[in-house]
């Protein structure tokens, strides 16, 4: 994907990451060239802490 802010969805993202707080997302463009990486943002870890849970129900049968 070409990357100008012309087109209409680059402009939104453009837009959208100008107005994010850094420490709300991380960006990472990478382009054609070897060295065109653009990074923006400093997001690392989540702010919540996520967890696994699993339940079984179990029903005995009527008689």
Do not use: C
């Not at 060239?33 to 009527?62: A, V």
Request: charge should be negative; proline fraction near 8%; charged fraction near 35%.
């Amino acid at each position: 994907m070409k990357w100008y802010e012309e087109f209409p969805d680059v402009g939104f993202v453009e837009k959208l990451l100008a107005e994010l707080d850094w420490s709300d997302f991380l960006f990472i463009h990478i382009g054609e060239e070897l060295d065109e990486i653009d990074t923006r943002g400093s997001f690392r870890d989540p702010p919540f802490k996520p967890w696994h849970q699993q339940k079984h129900n179990h029903t005995r049968p009527h008689d």
